[in-house]
């Protein structure tokens, strides 16, 4: 039997499946592989612990919840926080309200992120003192649209 070479979006990386246009997913999806999403979500999207994941999010798509891969390329809509034990590439159509956990980011022109940029090894604040004076250091959220 002859087998079917999977469909490439970009150099070396398989889409192994397909979220359509037409298609609306409500609930969770836990992947593995290539991921692209052209239709909606409404639920979380996570890839499988230890396999490697690519999670693409076409010009047309959204999601609604959160995402835990470790690539995630955005062109679409995103409503939630984005985890990315790797890499994040916010496209030029990409509009993302949500924070972004994230150990590289690639921000296009055009790219609009409300939300907090959050380093994987940054650690949180911590707090010198515990008497009712001392207030933790809280960062502020960020509206970024990447200009040309």
Request: glycine letters at 10%; aromatic letters at 2%; proline letters at 6%.
């Amino acid at each position: 039997m002859l087998k079917k070479k999977p469909a490439t979006y970009r150099e070396g990386q398989a889409i192994d499946t397909l979220i359509g246009p037409q298609v609306v997913l409500q609930g969770d999806l836990m992947f593995s592989g290539g991921l692209y999403v052209e239709g909606r979500i409404r639920g979380r999207v996570v890839a499988e612990p230890g396999q490697p994941a690519v999670l693409t999010l076409a010009e047309q798509g959204c999601i609604e919840g959160e995402v835990e891969a470790p690539v995630v390329i955005i062109n679409g809509q995103l409503r939630g926080d984005v985890h990315a034990a790797e890499r994040v590439e916010l496209a030029a159509q990409a509009r993302v309200v949500g924070n972004i956990h994230y150990r590289v980011v690639e921000m296009s022109a055009g790219a609009v992120l409300t939300g907090r940029l959050v380093h994987a090894d940054a650690q949180p604040a911590a707090v010198a003192e515990t008497g009712p004076a001392a207030e933790p250091a809280v960062a502020e959220p960020v509206a970024m649209v990447a200009n040309a």
